[in-house]
């Protein structure tokens, strides 16, 4: 039987090995080696140079309880979970929702496709067998199939004699298999579980390797150039950055001595900090789930969504937010738990820091940014949060936090532009992007940033409360110090509790 690498190794990578010249490198302490070895019929291989138990932290629990409570969920009735349990696949038997799904009755799986189905789909799908509603629900559930795609760049003589431009395209292409790796898998892996996608992401730097190697061994003029390359990709993605350590030290040992090594993980960036959240949350699988939804989002904003990755990174998995709005009981609790936090964040606040614009200033500014992205993963990652969070937004309104209100308004806000569609209206006018209404227009309109929120303004002059501080600090720079009068008066007036 044919090995992982060996199953799923391009064509073009078995013809390079074939003519290849193989050396002994030198490796590093906790380095795996890349020692080839010679097949039978003369194929060249090499042993992997990357190995996920190695690249990703190890996680370490008594008791993985999320397993159970797969189970439980997988025989409940409760659709929204049961999909997220198939997505993420935190179980170690594949067949494992399969043969779950399959011991349902007829009912409960025809209600579990339909409610994954469009209404037009119900009379073809009604035609399908129970196996084949089981297959097609996993479909559904289940993230797309992995597409592989090789190692595309190859060192070539004279392409080139910018060694941070080498670096940079080399990072480049290494930030694009990173890409292709679903946020799911990621977390399979950070748990222990066997990812396809993070084990071919590993095995397309070791093609880098292979290449890198083979270049440097007939082209050794060369190879003072990469060892230029290496000094750029020591910021840049650790993984490629050590398959062009090992090449070098394989290739010329001397010229690459007094290269420095790293033996930390290569995805601990993400991994770290996913496998503490779990360890840190309270075991309940659906809450957690819930909660890497959100995660998956900001996952691709932060890494997936950018021109530049950042290796160096944390995931940042605070959900401060989402956790609010869990262990909330209304939304009109959830209001009053973000003006807690407000009048807290509000108490420091004095003319000297609105003046200054000092750190005061600064946080409160942050804050309202920050819950403004919250909101908007929220509801991109649970769309079924949204109509709380409009309630929500209603009850700020009426008890006039314009802090919380105008954050969780923007949010909201980005939210229904990610959800629009054109709609066809005439044909004089053609086709509009309409979004979808997010609260009354009392509300919404106090976010128009026309004239300097001129709409805010006037609100907050005739019912004051927690103030939305970027207008009046604008305010200020425009007009003066003497602009920011009737805020500190409605502040002195109603002053603000810790």
């Known amino acids: 039987m044919q090995s992982f690498e060996e199953s799923w190794i391009d064509p073009s990578f078995k013809s ?3 003519w290849s010249t193989p050396v002994s490198p030198r490796t590093s302490p906790g380095m795996s080696p890349t020692v080839p070895s010679v097949a039978s019929d003369a194929t060249q291989s090499y042993r992997s140079l990357f190995q996920s138990t190695s690249e990703i932290p190890r996680f370490v629990v008594t008791y993985r309880w999320w397993e159970d409570e797969a189970t439980t969920v997988l025989w409940a009735f409760n659709i929204p979970d049961m999909k997220q349990v198939i997505r993420y696949g935190l179980f170690r038997d594949e067949n494992f929702p399969r043969n779950s799904l399959l011991s349902r009755n ?5 209600t579990f496709l339909v409610a994954l189905s469009d209404p037009r789909e119900h009379q073809l799908l009604g035609n399908l067998s129970h196996l084949q509603r089981v297959e097609e629900i996993l479909r559904r559930s289940s993230i797309p199939p992995f597409q592989p795609v090789p190692w595309s760049w190859f060192p070539s003589p004279g392409y080139s004699s910018d060694a941070q431009a080498i670096a940079a ?5 290494s ?7 679903a946020f799911e898998e990621i977390v399979r892996a950070s748990l222990g579980y066997k990812a396809v996608s993070v084990e071919w992401f590993l095995l ?7 290449h890198l190697l083979g270049h440097l061994h007939a082209y050794p003029e060369e190879v003072p150039l990469y060892v230029e390359v290496e000094e750029h990709l020591r910021t840049l993605s650790p993984f490629a950055h050590r398959a062009l350590v090992q090449a070098l030290l394989a290739a010329q040992p001397d010229a690459a001595q007094n290269i420095p090594h790293s033996n930390k993980p290569g995805f601990e960036f993400i991994a770290g900090p996913i496998q503490s959240l779990w360890k840190d949350q309270m075991p309940s699988l659906t809450t957690i789930l819930k909660m890497f939804n959100v995660l998956a989002i900001r996952f691709r904003r932060q890494y997936i969504h950018t021109s530049k990755m950042d290796w160096k990174q944390p995931f940042d998995t605070t959900i401060v937010f989402l956790e609010d709005c869990l262990n909330s009981t209304s939304p009109v609790d959830l209001a009053c738990t973000l003006t807690n936090v407000d009048e807290v964040d509000y108490t420091d606040l004095t003319r000297e820091s609105l003046v200054a614009e000092d750190a005061v200033v600064q946080r409160i500014l942050a804050n309202w940014r920050i819950l403004s992205t919250s909101v908007w993963e929220c509801c991109s990652a649970l769309p079924d949060l949204t109509p709380y969070l409009r309630e929500c937004a209603q009850t700020l309104y009426t008890t006039r936090n314009y802090h919380s209100l105008t954050a969780v308004l923007d949010g909201l806000h980005r939210y229904a532009i990610s959800t629009a569609r054109t709609r066809g209206l005439n044909n004089t006018v053609g086709e509009m992007v309409v979004l979808d209404p997010i609260l009354p227009l009392d509300p919404v309109i106090l976010t128009s940033p026309d004239n300097n929120y001129a709409a805010y303004r006037q609100q907050y002059q005739e019912y004051p409360g927690i103030p939305f501080l970027l207008p009046h600090l604008r305010e200020q720079q425009q007009h003066g110090e003497a602009s920011l009068q009737s805020l500190l008066q409605h502040l002195q007036a109603t002053p603000i509790k810790p």
């Open 175 to 181: 930030h694009f298999h990173f890409t292709r790796i």
């Open 169 to 173: 395209t080399i990072d480049t292409e």
């Open 106 to 110: 007829a009912d409960t799986i025809d």
């Open 204 to 210: 397309q730097h070791t093609a880098l390797y292979v």
């Open 16 to 18: 390079f090995f074939a």
